[in-house]
């Protein structure tokens, strides 16, 4: 059994496929991630609540895609081994589901905000301002180190609700094949796709990237349009 699992490298074609979808999935997630951060940080007209709480999401998922599948799942799926120490790993893999369960309170935040832009817009700049969603998106991740601790301390077996629902629900789908790749599929290969669109969901979203994209392609248009010709009248003669 040694042998079979030390065998399970670059070599093997599975693990070159998938290590192919690792890389191209993570660096596509981060670039458009780091595409919301960048046109938040270079665009004042783009500090809102409602992108601070993209950017809040798409500061999480770069660290996930970056950290726990490029920098720790990549290697480990060429080499056949971590070539991290276990307690390294072990911090990574942790820190990343912290902020995992981030984006899905972040959910509920989301909600509310689209809720009040809706049906109670004269009030929305005073219940949805930036200052407020900053301070409630400082108290989610805190409260979630603050379980963290609490659970970690201890050494108790309690988990989040949703965590739990949706850890379940992958543990299921992985049962329906013992196959190596349908266990890559349910586990790893679902999460990463996850952080991936989620970031390529917020730039076709993002008000100044679509603007981007519609000048992009109203030049386009006016460059492939035929040149107007000018006819200037004749002049009278006597």
Request: net charge positive.
């Amino acid at each position: 059994m040694a042998n079979v699992t030390a065998s399970l490298n670059y070599k093997d074609p599975l693990n070159m496929t998938v290590s192919c979808i690792l890389l191209v999935i993570g660096v596509f997630g981060v670039v458009c991630n780091s595409s919301i951060v960048l046109v938040f940080y270079k665009e004042r007209s783009e500090r809102t609540s409602f992108n601070l709480i993209c950017v809040f999401r798409a500061l999480s998922n770069i660290y996930i895609l970056a950290t726990t599948f490029l920098a720790l799942f990549l290697p480990k799926t060429l080499l056949g081994f971590s070539p991290y120490s276990p307690a390294l790993e072990c911090w990574l893999i942790h820190i990343s589901n912290t902020l995992y369960m981030g984006n899905e309170y972040q959910i509920i935040l989301v909600a509310c905000n689209r809720f009040i832009a809706m049906f109670l817009p004269f009030y929305y700049h005073k219940l949805c301002g930036f200052f407020t969603t900053l301070f409630i998106l400082l108290a989610i991740y805190i409260f979630r180190i603050a379980i963290v601790i609490y659970e970690t301390a201890p050494q108790t077996a309690l988990q989040d609700s949703l965590y739990l629902i949706d850890l379940s629900f992958m543990i299921k789908l992985s049962q329906l094949s013992d196959a190596r790749f349908w266990s890559y599929i349910s586990g790893n290969f679902v999460w990463q796709c996850l952080h991936s669109i989620d970031g390529f969901i917020m730039i076709m979203f993002n008000e100044r990237l679509s603007l981007l994209k519609k000048q992009f392609l109203a030049s386009s248009q006016t460059s492939a349009a035929p040149p107007k010709m000018t006819i200037s009248a004749m002049p009278e003669v006597g």
